[in-house]
């Protein structure tokens, strides 16, 4: 079945960059996400991105694809300490029909000053 | 635009009782789901209704049973909980597509 691996900690200090790595096993994959889970609060889509695209940027992010790897990150750009969350990679395969995801265990990100 | 609302937000059960976990949304969405998280283990899906009137079982349905009401509405009901069913449960929503909407959570602690 499918799989989605994410290391589950990050430490970084203010002002630095972040980069988070997941990994996902289903080829057939479409789309691939990253929310983000506050404290005390549900997930939020941060950003997706096809799977026929190596990289897609907004503003502080960068999402890179390596799909021969199966491989995806998430950089954040001069990290701040309200970036400090839960990161939850998703992979959504080419199953057609119903739209499941499948999460990661999740990223904490720490940032620190 | 409410977004999805859960209810209760905080809710705390002897072994053996029973209860029901309330989600709605209001943004027409055919698709909604049940996940819990617990941590160190990310989401696992408990069922998911793909369009009104269907239900189907998700990684971890045991112990749980939904009621798609409407489209609307998708509740999650444990009718004899177990301290392994101490959890923050999570409903979401989905229209056909990219993105999954989350509601804010019931933690649920089960003595």
């Known amino acids: 079945g499918e799989d989605v691996e994410q290391s589950l900690f990050l430490s970084v200090r203010e002002g630095d960059s972040s980069v988070i790595n997941c990994t996902y096993t289903?080829?057939?994959?479409?789309?691939l996400y990253w929310y983000k889970q506050e404290p005390g609060a549900g997930l939020q889509l941060l950003t997706y991105?096809?799977?026929?695209?190596d990289m897609k940027q907004d503003q502080r992010l960068t999402v890179l694809l390596n799909k021969k790897d199966k491989h995806l990150s998430l950089r954040i750009a001069d990290t701040q300490t309200g970036d400090s969350a839960i990161y939850f990679c998703?992979?959504?395969?080419?199953?057609?029909?119903?739209?499941?995801?499948?999460f990661g265990r999740g990223t904490s990100l720490i940032v620190h000053p | 635009n409410a977004g999805v609302t859960q209810t209760p937000k905080f809710q705390v059960l002897k072994t053996g009782q029973s209860m029901t976990l309330q989600c709605a949304q209001d943004?027409?969405?055919?698709?909604m789901y049940w996940y819990r998280q617990d941590p160190g283990m990310g989401l696992r899906l408990i069922y998911y209704?793909?369009?009104?009137?269907?239900?189907d079982k998700g990684e971890v349905p045991n112990g749980y049973n939904v009621s798609r009401l409407n489209k609307r509405e998708f509740s999650l009901r444990l009718e004899s909980a177990a301290p392994s069913q101490t959890s923050v449960y999570f409903c979401?929503?989905?229209?056909?597509?990219?993105?999954?909407?989350f509601g804010p959570g019931t933690r649920l602690t089960v003595l």
């Open positions: 998703a992979e959504k395969g080419n199953s057609g029909g119903s739209y499941i995801p499948t």
């Open positions: 289903d080829s057939s994959s479409t789309y």
């Open positions: 991105i096809f799977s026929n695209m």
């Open positions: 943004m027409n969405h055919n698709s």
């Open positions: 209704s793909a369009s009104e009137g269907t239900t």
């Open positions: 979401a929503s989905a229209s056909s597509g990219n993105e999954q909407f």
